[in-house]
Each structure stands twice: as C-alpha cells, then as structure tokens.
C-alpha cells in the first residue's frame, strides 16, 4: 500500500517560516520525481515546486521563487518543502504528489499525471 503523509503544516505569521515534509512508502522513492501542491479555497490545485527523482532538477512556481526550496533525502524515501518569507497568499492546503520519474520536472509541478498523493497539511500564514 502506497502511502504519502505530510507533516509540518500550522499558523504562522507573514515573514515567518515553515518546513514541510512528506514521508513515502510503499514504492520505490528513487523512481519518482516529487512535487509539492497547493490548494486554497475557492482556487484551483496549482504546483509550487518539484524535483526530480535524484533531486538535481528543480522547478517552482514564480511567485514562490527564492522563498521556497525544495529538497528529497532518498536515505529516507522524504521530501521536504522549506518555506521562507512567507505571505498570506501563501495559505492554503499544501500536498505532496509522486510522478513518473520520466516525466520533465516542469510538466510534474504543471498538467503532469500524478500518480499517488498524500493527504495534505494545512498551512495558515496571518498579517
């Protein structure tokens, strides 16, 4: 059984940080490219940042550039979303997804099929 479980999620303030992980089992982690996602109310699901399946490829989403890294332990089938300088329009329902490890990173964070996701952590960022 496959299972993708974030953690990490939680109220901040604007400017503050958080550091989301999402811990894989049931597959081989070093076949799939990883991709963090989010959903806020109202909004369609959009991609924040992927990596590819050794972590050597990244790609993010513009308005999340040079605030958010994201990085992948193998060792540890986890990937992990450091989140910096965050804003209130940074809230919302933050999920992690595993692709093919084929697919180009950027179509993983875009209209890539994903093929297992986690359940999701909320992250709350006030003014």
């Known amino acids: 059984q496959v299972q993708l479980v974030e953690s990490g999620g939680g109220l901040v303030q604007a400017g503050g940080s958080l550091r989301l992980s999402c811990t894989v089992s049931g597959l081989d982690f070093n076949q799939y490219a990883m991709g963090w996602f989010r959903q806020a109310p109202g909004k369609e699901r959009e991609g924040v940042a992927c990596a590819s399946y050794s972590g050597g490829i990244t790609h993010y989403k513009d308005s999340v550039k040079d605030r958010f890294t994201i990085s992948r332990n193998n060792a540890k089938n986890t990937v992990y979303l450091q989140m910096d300088r965050l804003i209130p329009g940074d809230s919302a329902i933050y999920y992690c997804?595993?692709?093919?490890?084929?697919?180009?990173?950027?179509?993983?964070?875009?209209?890539?099929?994903?093929?297992?996701w986690g359940q999701g952590t909320q992250v709350t960022v006030s003014s």
């Open positions: 997804a595993a692709a093919s490890a084929t697919m180009p990173v950027m179509q993983v964070c875009n209209s890539g099929s994903k093929d297992y």
